[in-house]
């Protein structure tokens, strides 16, 4: 038996094994290129006028849809990594990929977000003159660029890295609003420090977003206790099942998005009654707590031995 054929034989999933799966399948990538794509385009675009208008919310705004460009350039390479198959180096797969990618383009997003702010505290203590009628212009582009590509990513199947790419969309979209707000502003009233302004509140805005995002990407790549299980009920439950004495070394964590998996070991009385406790365990957790993919072992009891 070659060692690929016997791979394929290891990860095989047979009657009785979980129907959980360590490939992501059915997610679009031309949704995610063309998003891309647009999104470096007008980033281009708007950095090159953002800096010559002198403006600190158009050049947040460029700077956010650069972010774009990367967060959407990552979630696209993250999908099509994802999509691997099992290996003999990889045996879980690769969908950690889309977490990781996530966790990454919420970093970046953070540190933007600090740049912002700190531009605009400089700006409020000494105000620099802005073209207000390019800003508005381009501003009003960019709104309408991230409105298409927030579409475009809304029509394709979800996932934790395409959730995080349209954080960064929403959020550039609001950083477009407020560069169009400001752009009127300064061109009607000539008050220029309504562009730091707006771009701190935006900032804040991206920084709620952000931070949920970055939890949810953490939590699963540090492989934590699905939110929607309670873990301590799930051992309350095991225990409970007749033959079960008690419970331990118990960890559940999710193999891939919503796909919960769970390992722990069961003090039972009697070893000739574990097939049929075994059968109880996993239709209770099915049944109860959604865990399909479970691996219990069995040890007697030492008041029994």
């Excluded at 049929?276 to 959604?290: G, I, N, P, T, Y």
């Excluded at 479970?294 to 008041?303: A, C, N």
Aim: proline share 3%; hydrophobic share 50%.
């Amino acid at each position: 038996m070659s060692k690929h054929a016997s791979s394929a034989h290891l990860h095989a999933h047979l009657d009785g094994d979980a129907r959980h799966g360590h490939v992501i399948e059915g997610r679009s990538q031309a949704a995610m290129g063309f998003a891309l794509g647009l999104t470096l385009l007008f980033a281009l675009i708007e950095v090159v006028t953002g800096f010559m208008s002198n403006s600190l919310a158009l050049i947040s705004d460029a700077g956010h849809m650069v972010t774009d460009a990367a967060a959407l350039g990552l979630a696209l390479m993250a999908q099509l990594i994802a999509r691997r198959p099992p290996s003999s180096r990889h045996s879980f797969g690769f969908v950690r990929a889309e977490a990781l990618a996530a966790f990454v383009n919420s970093l970046a997003m953070l540190l933007l977000v600090c740049w912002i702010v700190y531009e605009a505290a400089q700006r409020l203590l000494k105000p620099e003159s802005v073209q207000g009628g390019t800003v508005f212009v381009v501003a009003a582009i960019g709104a309408c660029i991230n409105i298409l590509v927030a579409w475009v990513l809304t029509r394709g199947e979800q996932s934790i890295n395409t959730r995080a790419a349209l954080v960064n969309v929403l959020g550039d979209l609001l950083g477009s609003v407020a560069a169009i707000a400001a752009g009127a502003i300064i061109h009607f009233t000539g008050w220029v420090r309504i562009d730091p302004i707006l771009s701190i509140f935006v900032s804040m805005l991206i920084l709620k977003s952000t931070i949920g995002v970055l939890r949810e990407s953490y939590h699963f790549l540090m492989e934590g206790v699905p939110e929607q299980i309670d873990y301590l009920g799930v051992g309350a439950d095991l225990a409970a099942v007749p033959g079960v004495l008690s419970v331990h070394d118990l960890h559940v964590w999710d193999m891939s998005p919503g796909e919960p998996a769970l390992i722990g070991h069961l003090e039972i009385a009697d070893l000739n009654a574990w097939p049929e406790v075994l059968r109880a365990v996993k239709q209770m957790l099915l049944d109860k707590h959604s865990i399909d993919h479970v691996t219990l072992q069995p040890e007697i009891s030492h008041d029994h031995c």
